[in-house]
């Protein structure tokens, strides 16, 4: 009779949690919401990076553009079309709908490798779309260049890939371990369309995918062939985006070139590079000297990091030549590799604090609290430059 009587209360807590568990997911996807549509609507009234691109989008009407990344345009163009609606309302729905997908998906992975219900896994996807560089006006003058960021807000083409960044790392993973033709197609078609939007992803994950490959399944010849398939269509694109940018400049017949140019892009927004290499990879830095085996043996941060240190050698190394050299464009590759790092650099330090509260390990407690100290500044800052963005002041 005990049992029968407790079945029924016990129903109710969990669909009373349940509710619980819809409504607050339901609260910050409104959040989330509110707050892109703002910034992404603030950027179309002054002038932008967004404003820039609505500028281009113009130009399809007329067949003058010629330029290697048109995806967002494009996008922009045939939404406004279909809709009957503005170039600047297309663009707004554009980029909210790619930050909400954005933010499903890393709600998604924070649920699939955390044992925490949905309530924290909300709370932390939200905290995680906050986080910048950490910021100190008399060091860097500039929130972001210079020190890269997780969460870059005032370019649209960055936004616009990061989804298709997490998805193409899950299914290339997936593909390696489970060698399903699903997962190489799957990945090989994502990785194409991200080119169109912006090649900045592309250029970083092809060489980390090879070293990945060689490092840990050298001995497979069908993977070689596979992953080579994957990627085979994104190279043949990403040369033709090559021919177009230097044939054909960049809009206005703005002409260039690729130079070698070792840090001097950086040194124009930094006075120490390597300074500002710390204050951009602060939190996952700490979790990498501390938990050195743990991200080892974890392919996704194993992967993410080999695609961060050469999107930071690119930014180091490569410019453009003439007017575009302050530009940083190679900046692109490192700015899109970071979210990917922070994410599961933050999935392993929650786990680090659950197996550490447990075994109560008192030197671990003390470098876990180190650490939040640091993530910490992340988000302060992070929460500076989204203010000073809804406010219209747009700082890099």
Sequence with gaps: MKNIIEKPEGKNMRSKSQIINIAFSFLVFIIILIFSVHIFHTQTKI??????????????????????????????????????????????????????????????????????????????????????????????KYIILGQGSPNVWHNPTLLMIKPFAFLITILAIKALKTNQCSYWIAGAILLLISMAYKPSFGVVFIPAFAIYILINHRKYLYTYLYSFFMVFPSLLFVLWQIHMLIHHGFPGGLKTSIII??????????????????????????????????????????????????????????????????????????????PLVYVYSFIEYYKWIECSIKLKIIIDLIKITFIGFILFLHLISGSYYLFKIITGSLPL
């Design 47 to 140: 002038p932008s990076d967004l404003s820039g691109h609505l500028v281009l989008v113009k130009l399809i009407e007329s067949g003058t553009l010629k330029f290697a990344e048109v995806g967002f345009e494009y996008t922009v163009y045939i939404l406004s079309k279909l809709l009957h609606i503005k170039y600047s309302i297309a663009a707004i729905f554009l980029l909210v709908s790619a930050t909400l997908v954005l933010s499903s998906i890393i709600f998604s992975i924070l649920k699939n490798n955390l044992k925490t219900n949905n309530l924290l896994v909300c709370l932390f996807t939200l905290l995680l779309l906050i986080p910048t560089a950490i910021y100190f006006p008399t060091f860097n």
């Design 261 to 338: 140019a070792p840090f001097g892009v950086l040194h124009l927004y930094t006075k120490n590079v390597f300074i500002s290499f710390l204050l951009g990879l602060g939190f996952p830095l700490t979790i990498l000297i501390f938990r050195w085996r743990q991200v080892w043996h974890n392919a996704y941060l194993q992967l993410s990091w080999l695609m961060l240190l050469i999107g930071y050698t690119q930014m180091a190394l490569f410019a453009f030549n003439g007017a575009p050299f302050s530009s940083g464009d190679f900046f692109w590759g490192y700015y899109v590799a970071m």
